[in-house]
């Protein structure tokens, strides 16, 4: 199984500020992918970021607001801009580790006064 | 896109079986998972099963799949305490997963 970390594991911020959110993964895996689960709901897909293309974002969600980055096939960031109350959220990064398998990081818990 | 529905809530008594059911609407989903959530815990995969399997057993947990009617639940035998948690039905596949809003999974003593 792929052990995924992310950093930071939670912070508090201004709104209006930027942050980004790291995902890394203990081996190499070629499609990684970017969930939020806001509170007390499940998950939905921010988008998908395979390595050495651009990012293929979900209905409602765009590059201005979520960039994200994939320099390598083990690394991910994700950055929640411009933020609003609105973006408190869970904020999850995954990999398909395998076809049968897929595996989620810890979450990044972000909560946005 | 795809929807996905599970039942809120479920109570089941410590010893006895929880079945966990969850409908889908994407026929082409290629696997469906099972994750399960703890309280300020991150997500755990559970169990999967692939979509042209009609069951599958892993220990206490049995996934049971129609594919006809787009229905899969997930079985736990014997339920106990540690059982307790947020259980999300996920079908999906290489383009990643579409996730219910997860039964919260209540044992009573």
């Known amino acids: 199984s792929a052990v995924i970390s992310q950093k930071p594991s939670r912070d508090i911020c201004q709104r209006g500020t930027s942050l980004t959110i790291q995902c890394q993964v203990d081996?190499?895996?070629?499609?990684m992918f970017w969930y939020r689960q806001q509170p007390g709901q499940s998950l939905t897909l921010i988008a998908t970021?395979?390595?050495?293309?651009?990012?293929?974002?979900e209905s409602g969600f765009v590059i201005d607001k979520f960039p994200i980055s994939r320099p390598n096939l083990t690394f991910s960031t994700l950055t929640v801009s411009n933020m609003s109350p609105e973006d408190s959220s869970i904020y999850l990064c995954?990999?398909?580790?395998?076809?049968?398998?897929?595996?989620f990081g810890p979450g990044t818990r972000l909560l946005v006064l | 896109g795809e929807d996905v529905e599970q039942s809120l809530f479920l109570s089941v008594r410590e010893g006895d079986s929880s079945v966990i059911n969850c409908t889908y609407t994407?026929?082409?989903?290629?696997?469906l998972y099972w994750y399960k959530q703890e309280p300020g815990a991150g997500l755990q995969l559970l169990t999967y099963?692939?979509?042209?399997?009609d069951m599958k057993q892993d220990q206490r947990l049995t996934v049971l799949l129609n594919k006809k009617d787009k229905h899969l639940s997930l079985r736990i035998a014997d339920t106990q305490t540690g059982d307790s948690a947020i259980y999300f039905c996920?079908?999906?596949?290489?383009?990643?997963?579409?996730f219910g809003k997860g039964t919260h999974l209540i044992i009573q003593p």
């Open positions: 995954s990999v398909l580790g395998g076809i049968e398998t897929q595996y």
């Open positions: 081996s190499q895996v070629t499609m």
């Open positions: 970021a395979n390595q050495g293309s651009e990012a293929t974002y």
């Open positions: 994407d026929s082409s989903s290629t696997y």
């Open positions: 099963i692939f979509s042209n399997m």
């Open positions: 996920a079908p999906g596949g290489a383009d990643g997963l579409t």
